[in-house]
């Protein structure tokens, strides 16, 4: 099953530009975007005035990616909670709150028992699931499916990409219906979105082996930071998961901006940091401040290591290694942004001769609370 492949986990990162483009699919209709599952629903969506995603792990920061788009074309206020926090607290709910759950397995019974409370609250749910008929789906009043295909590597890769494709469709369905999205603005996402599947294949072919190879150098590394911005700040977060999951070693994530609040302390010489860079062209002032992150950590002898769009010659002088990630609209670079990730933390977990698919202590649905 696992074709060629040396993992089920490299399998299903080279099937990342599929799993958007088969969430895409069908989804489109002259330049618009058209759910059907989500027929009967414009009432509902019309009057929400809040929406909170649902999620663990993973699928929680594809839900962190999507709170930007939600934002910014559907206009409603998105809170982004971890399933098994939400309901041993008093959590505010009503019938203008729409519950969205996103999971990959749609089993996770922290993200199942958070979906059933909202519910019996007067929430209206939503899922994002990847598997057809999973248990989280029918306890819910609407889904939207992922097409990302089965997922079968413990560590979660084509299903959040899929995620956060399907978040956006969903954000771009909403924005038209309440009526706060233009045709225009909404055409111009669906042909970036429609364009996303492309460029995570030229990243594959093109920053796939130099990824790996930088991989390797490091296979002996105590503990790797992770830094981005605004839709980079979750892809940095799920950069650091992945590397803790797969290859056991220290990882954390960090908002670039938090760094002189805190983080910046754990810098000496050596420590290796990623950097998601945002696109000069269509986020400069976020740029700018990111490259000055950069040379605070390098001034303190970090390892820059930073993932840059192409033609961004900005990051070059401070930057020990650049892995290149097409240009692409604003939102819609983490979908591109996480592929490297993805890849690096599969080759030094190989580096270091581990299971990629199978991690320790890990299991693939975790069907307990
Ligand atoms: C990380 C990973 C997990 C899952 C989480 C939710 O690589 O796979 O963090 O994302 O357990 O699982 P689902 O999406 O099945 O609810």
Known sequence: EKGGWSSFMAKEVSEEPDAVAN???????????VIPELDGLDDLFRGIHRILVIA???????????????????????DVELAHEFRYRDPVLDSGTLVVSISQSGETMDTLMAVKYARERGAKTLSICNTQGATIPRESDAIVYTHAGPEVAVASTKAFVAQITALYLLALHVGRVRGVLSEGDSAQAVAELEGVADKIAWILTHEQERTTQLARWM?????????????????????ALKLKEISYIHAEGFAAGELKHGPIALIEPGQPVFVIVPSPVFSPLL?????????????RG?????IAEEGDAAVLPFADEVLRIPLAGPLFEPLLAVVPLHIFAMGLAEAKGLDVDQPRNLAKSVTVE
Not at 219 to 238: K, W, Y
């Open 23 to 33: 969430t895409v699919r069908g989804r489109i209709h002259d330049g618009a975007v």
């Open 287 to 299: 740029h700018d401040k990111v490259v000055s992150n950069i040379q605070e950590i390098r001034a």
């Open 219 to 239: 296979a002996d590394t105590r503990s790797v930071l992770f830094l981005g911005r605004h839709v980079g700040f979750p892809i940095a977060l799920e950069g």
């Open 302 to 306: 970090a390892r820059v290591i930073v």
């Open 56 to 78: 663990c792990g993973t699928a929680a920061y594809a839900g962190q990616v999507g709170k930007y788009a939600l934002e910014q074309w559907a206009r409603v206020p998105v």
